[in-house]
């Protein structure tokens, strides 16, 4: 994980996810058995997969058991989402204090670095609206059947299996359209954000 959360490559990642996928799913299993029985294990673990594809920079390897500690609040957020999602009907993005906490529960940080965590999980709450604006327009770039499909899941909240019937795919291949296309919404973010940081003026000296 820590080889990945530095050079951010796809085939580090495809072997990091290999490498624990036994262990994401024995953990969504265990989530899982004192829960409703109709959540689907699969939807639990990809979520999780994403998630863990989308921050690892709050990743920290700094003691043994790391990874185990971080995926495994990953794999809580992801059910938590899920129960949210059906109290109030709506799919629920990955909350700002949902990012805050796997940053605290992937780190070894003292308790005299709190203050300074919570002042850059601040900031991070303030800038998640131009997040979302970016999050938008990277959205209206992908091809038609990402945004159809990733709207199928994001807003009315379909499960793979039934949006496989509607596409006429298999559940597998839906799967790897969501995963792809928030990948590349992912990536346009970041292209935009690195962008915008170079044109950002230098301050005088």
């Excluded at 580090?12 to 409703?36: G, H, S």
């Excluded at 863990?52 to 794999?75: E, L, Q």
Aim: aromatic letters at 8%; charged letters at 30%.
């Amino acid at each position: 994980m820590d080889e990945f959360r530095k050079s951010r490559d796809d085939a580090v990642f495809e072997a990091l996810i290999e490498l624990t996928r036994p262990q994401l799913v024995m953990r969504v299993r265990q989530k899982l058995r004192t829960l409703d029985s109709s959540f689907d294990p699969n939807e639990i673990l990809q979520d999780s997969i994403i998630n863990i594809y989308r921050y690892p920079s709050n990743f920290a390897a700094s003691r043994p058991g790391a990874f185990a500690a971080w995926s495994t609040t990953i794999v809580d957020n992801a059910i938590r989402r899920q129960l949210r999602q059906r109290r109030v009907g709506v799919p629920i993005a990955l909350r700002p204090s949902e990012v805050l906490e796997q940053v605290v529960c992937g780190s070894s940080s003292a308790p005299d670095d709190l203050a300074s965590d919570h002042e850059e999980g601040v900031r991070t709450a303030a800038a998640f609206s131009l997040l979302l604006q970016l999050y938008q327009a990277a959205f209206t770039l992908l091809s038609a059947i990402e945004r159809e499909v990733l709207t199928w899941v994001e807003v009315d909240g379909l499960r793979y299996a039934d949006i496989a019937l509607r596409a006429h795919k298999r559940p597998e291949a839906i799967k790897m359209v969501v995963f792809r296309a928030r990948r590349r919404i992912y990536e346009r973010m970041a292209e935009w954000l690195m962008l915008g940081l170079r044109r950002r003026p230098v301050a005088a000296a």
